[in-house]
C-alpha cells in the first residue's frame, strides 16, 4: 500500500513540472504610444483625455490629479515586462505626463 501511495504521489508531482507545456502569453493594461501621449494637448477635460488614450488602469486614491496607465506583459511564463505613463491634472485639466514606455508595443 506504501509503494502504490509513492507511486502515485511522484506521478502526480511528475505532472505538474511536465517539460513541454504549453504557457501562453498574459497582457494586462493598456497600451499606449509615445505617439499617442504626444497628442495631447494641454488644457484637456479628463474626459477628453480618457477619449483619446482610453480609461486608466488605475487612479490614484490619496491624488485625484493623477491617472496611471499601466501595461504588462508575460511571455509564456518568462519575466513580466511593464510600462507606465502617468497622466497629470490641474484643476482637472491635463498639465503634463511621465513615460516609461517599452521599446516596442507587443501587442498580438
Known amino acids: 500500500m506504501q509503494?502504490?501511495?509513492a507511486?502515485?504521489?511522484?506521478?502526480a508531482l511528475a505532472g505538474c513540472a511536465f517539460p513541454g507545456?504549453?504557457?501562453i502569453n498574459v497582457q494586462q493594461g493598456n497600451i499606449l504610444s509615445e505617439a499617442?501621449?504626444?497628442?495631447?494637448?494641454p488644457g484637456m477635460t479628463r474626459a477628453q483625455v480618457h477619449s483619446r488614450l482610453g480609461t486608466p488602469?488605475?487612479?490614484s486614491p490619496l491624488d485625484d490629479a493623477r491617472d496611471y496607465y499601466i501595461y504588462t506583459l508575460q511571455r509564456a511564463g518568462g519575466d513580466?515586462?511593464?510600462q507606465k505613463a502617468i497622466v497629470h491634472y490641474e484643476d482637472d485639466?491635463?498639465?503634463h505626463y511621465e513615460a516609461d514606455l517599452l521599446e516596442e508595443t507587443p501587442a498580438y
Not at 507511486?7 to 506521478?11: F, Q, R, S, Y
Not at 499617442?36 to 494637448?41: K, M
Open 3 to 5: 509503494k502504490l501511495a
Open 7 to 11: 507511486l502515485l504521489l511522484v506521478t
Open 21 to 23: 507545456v504549453y504557457k
Open 36 to 41: 499617442e501621449l504626444e497628442n495631447l494637448d
Open 57 to 59: 488602469m488605475t487612479r
Open 80 to 82: 513580466i515586462r511593464e
Open 93 to 95: 485639466r491635463f498639465s
